[in-house]
Structure formats: C-alpha cells, structure tokens
C-alpha cells in the first residue's frame, strides 16, 4: 500500500488521478502481459492440434476398411498437408467414406473353379506316352482328388 502512495504522489501533473489496475507499479512484472503469453500460447498449441485432428480425419476413417482404401487415403492426406491443397484433403474424406468393392475374391473364386474343370475335363492319357504303370495310379489319385474338391465346392455353394 505504501508503493502505491509513493506511485501517486509521484505522478505526473497531467495524469489522471486512477491508474487502471492493468498498469504495473515500477519494478513489478506485467500480469496482463504474461497472461496473454500464456493465453496464446495454449491457443496456439490447441488450435494447432484440432487442425491435425481434423487433417487426419479421413485417415482415421478409412483405418477400418481395406489396406489399399487406407494407403490411398493417407498418401491424400500427407499430399494435402504438405501442399495446403484442400482439393486433396477432399479427395481423401470422399474415398474414406465410400468402401471400395472387393472385386479381387470373385474372379479368384471363378479362376480357381475354371482350373478344376479343366483338369476334369482333360483327354486321357495316350497310352503309348504313359511311362509306367506308376503313373496310371497317381492319375486315378488326382482324379479323385478333383472330384472331392468338387463336391466339396458344390456342398459350400448349397450352404451359401
């Protein structure tokens, strides 16, 4: 209290009689200063980890799809990033939200279906090429196996 006589009497003839209380007294720190620096300093950090969150939101969402979705979306999304280009970040938020069709399984299914019919369906051997007797018994081996893998296709195509 004392300082704060000392300030009053020592002030200048033209200034006013109230000092605001956001004026520091000589030789005090600045609260209101070092207030704002704390205060921008959190709003800086903050601001800056929502933008990264936001930045990483499709990322995030096309974790839980399929591999090649996820890579796709996150090379986006460091190229939006890295050349604060939106049309990528777009880009990458439209492809996580619409799952890519898996096309890969089918054809797979079909080509290895195609395969044992063509082994089923294979000429029989000439007779006179077949070196041994040996031979013949493993032809009759795989053309048992073809047909249990048949039946075990058409017996998982009934339960689907």
Not at 15 to 36: C, F, R
Not at 58 to 70: E, S, V
Not at 149 to 157: A, H, L
Request: glycine residues 4%; charged residues 15%; aromatic residues 6%.
């Amino acid at each position: 209290m004392a300082a704060e006589q000392d300030v009053v009497a020592n002030l200048n003839p033209i200034a006013t009689e109230h000092i605001p209380p956001y004026v520091p007294l000589p030789g005090q720190s600045d609260w209101l200063m070092t207030g704002t620096a704390i205060f921008l300093i959190v709003m800086i950090v903050g601001i800056g980890v929502f933008y990264l969150k936001l930045h990483t939101l499709p990322d995030r969402m096309a974790h839980k799809g399929q591999k090649l979705q996820f890579e796709i979306v996150a090379v986006l999304c460091l190229i939006a990033l890295f050349t604060h280009n939106h049309a990528f970040w777009i880009a990458a938020l439209l492809l996580a939200l619409v799952p890519i069709p898996d096309f890969r399984s089918p054809i797979v299914s079909m080509a290895d279906s195609l395969a044992i019919i063509a082994k089923s369906y294979a000429p029989p051997p000439d007779p006179a090429e077949s070196p041994a007797p040996v031979a013949a018994s493993q032809a009759t081996v795989e053309t048992s196996d073809i047909a249990a893998e048949q039946t075990q296709n058409i017996s998982d195509q009934d339960k689907g």
